[in-house]
């Protein structure tokens, strides 16, 4: 329990709504779950459904030992993820993953995008250091390979190609946003997914800019390379 309220706001809510929107699905049983919870773009478009994206983006499917080390990673990159940028960005980005993912899904005709996320935030982590070597397996892997290589170990477990479909819809919403917050801005772009400064007044009142924890700071307290099928179930 200490754990829990010593994790930084926006990790503590997004674990919580897991919990909720998991409970839900047990009392709901699978076939109203999906019913209810899944993203349905009619639904949310035309019946104004419009939590279904947000419970899509915090549905890891029924508990088990690959929820348990889905909504693990979860906790773990997110927390990285906000402790290096701040709550405030980190909800900018959290936006952008639900948005992109919900047009993403609805396209591919995914009904649940939490997995996606977790990449896209693997991939953002990834890229901020991408010759850092982290352990996978048995093997020293540049970091920036990770997220294929995790996408590799699921298609092979589940012996199919669409397996790698979440992964793959991550790695493209990740690489938007990391292209766009730190790779056009230095060409020149403008920074247009920053934070406005009343959401940072508001979210971290006590930040200041030459305090931010660099990447490597956020991640250094964590172990690295945890190797493992995100997302499996």
């Known amino acids: 329990m200490q754990k829990y309220k010593a994790t930084l706001p926006l990790t503590r809510i997004y674990i919580t709504m897991i919990g ?3 409970l839900m699905g047990l009392v709901l049983g699978e076939e109203l779950a999906q019913g209810v919870l899944a993203l349905d773009p ?3 478009m035309y019946g104004l459904e419009l939590w279904r994206p947000f419970t899509a983006a915090c549905f890891l499917g029924p508990p088990s030992i690959g929820w348990l080390m889905s909504a693990y990673y979860l906790f773990e990159y997110g927390s990285s ?3 290096a940028y701040g709550t405030a960005q980190h909800l900018v980005f959290l936006i952008w993953q639900i948005v992109l993912l919900t047009v993403l899904s609805a ?13 896209a935030m693997l991939h953002v982590l990834s890229r901020s250091m991408p010759k850092q070597k982290v352990k996978w397996l048995i093997f020293n892997v540049p970091y920036w390979s990770l997220p294929y290589g995790l996408m590799a170990s699921d298609v092979l477990q589940a012996q199919s190609p669409m397996a790698a479909l979440p992964h793959i819809m991550g790695i493209l919403t990740g690489h938007f946003y990391f292209f766009y917050k730190f790779i056009w801005p230095k060409m020149g772009g403008e920074d247009w997914l920053t934070a406005p ?9 006590n930040a200041r800019s030459d305090s931010k924890k660099s990447v490597n700071a956020a991640l250094k307290a964590r172990k690295k390379g945890k190797g493992r099928k995100l997302g499996g179930k």
């Open 197 to 205: 400064d009343f959401l940072s007044q508001w979210l971290d009142p």
């Open 20 to 22: 909720v929107v998991t």
């Open 42 to 44: 009619i639904r949310v």
């Open 81 to 83: 993820l906000e402790r």
């Open 107 to 119: 396209f591919f005709g995914q009904p649940f995008f939490a997995q996606p996320v977790i990449t």
